[in-house]
């Protein structure tokens, strides 16, 4: 059975920085794809940043320069660091993973049950 679960997520203050996390198990995760998504209150889910087996990353244009993804293949962990965060990143923070890279979220298989990240002004 093929499990996310994301951690990490609190209340910062604007400019603070937090870094979250995403542990995977059930399979072997390091041949796909990990991203993060995010839904702020009464929006849609957006994607938030991606990266692919081999390291490639991609970025919303919000928080490129601002966050930055990474992943440890030996621990199934992906992570989201989140540097000068503002009010409008206030979201519940999802991480999902596909076999596929890309932005949309049609191309992920698996996704977690979020975190909440809330930045107080």
């Known amino acids: 059975q093929v499990q996310l679960v994301e951690s990490g997520g609190e209340l910062v203050q604007a400019g603070g920085s937090l870094r979250l996390s995403c542990a995977a198990s059930?399979?072997?995760?390091?041949?796909?794809?990990m991203g993060w998504f995010r839904q702020p209150p009464g929006k849609e889910r957006e994607f938030v940043a991606t990266?692919?087996?081999?390291?490639?990353?991609a970025y919303a244009d919000s928080v490129k320069g601002r966050f930055t993804i990474s992943r440890d293949n030996a621990r199934n962990t992906v992570y989201l660091q989140m540097n000068s965060l503002k009010p409008e990143d206030t979201a519940v923070y999802y991480c999902?993973?596909?076999?596929?890279?890309?932005?949309?979220?049609?191309?992920?298989?698996?996704w977690g049950q979020g975190t909440q990240v809330t930045v107080s002004s």
């Open positions: 059930g399979r072997t995760f390091s041949s796909w794809a």
């Open positions: 990266i692919s087996a081999s390291g490639s990353t």
């Open positions: 999902a993973t596909g076999s596929f890279f890309g932005t949309r979220s049609g191309t992920y298989t698996y």
